[in-house]
């Protein structure tokens, strides 16, 4: 089964930076699309950014210009470096990644709390 395994969550102050990544394993059919979720406390899932295969991104209105998403096709991993970051990004992120026929996978969330 596969396995997306996130790390580099923390705490960390407003107008900080954090760099989370996620190893993917275990996959059975190629990734297309890898790409970062967060729930914050009360809201839903939201999209933050995506990647495709071929290094097209896609990011959320409230991250453009702040967050940065890249990719290592050949690990299966992706990385969201996170800068100047805000109280409102305080969030449980999730590594999402999407197969060639459709499927997606979760990792289990990594927790960002950023203190004002």
């Known amino acids: 089964q596969v396995q997306l395994v996130e790390s580099g969550g923390g705490l960390v102050q407003a107008g900080g930076s954090l760099t989370l990544s996620c190893a993917g394993s275990?996959?059975?059919?190629?990734?297309?699309?890898m790409g970062w979720y967060r729930q914050a406390p009360g809201k839903q899932r939201e999209l933050v950014a995506t990647?495709?295969?071929?290094?097209?991104?896609n990011y959320a209105d409230s991250v453009k210009g702040r967050f940065t998403i890249s990719r290592d096709n050949a690990k299966n991993t992706v990385y969201l470096q996170m800068n100047s970051l805000k109280a409102e990004d305080t969030a449980v992120y999730y590594c999402?990644?999407?197969?060639?026929?459709?499927?997606?996978?979760w990792g289990k969330g990594t927790l960002v709390t950023v203190s004002s």
């Open positions: 275990r996959i059975t059919f190629s990734i297309n699309t």
């Open positions: 999402n990644a999407r197969n060639s026929i459709g499927m997606d996978y």
């Open positions: 990647n495709t295969k071929r290094g097209m991104t």
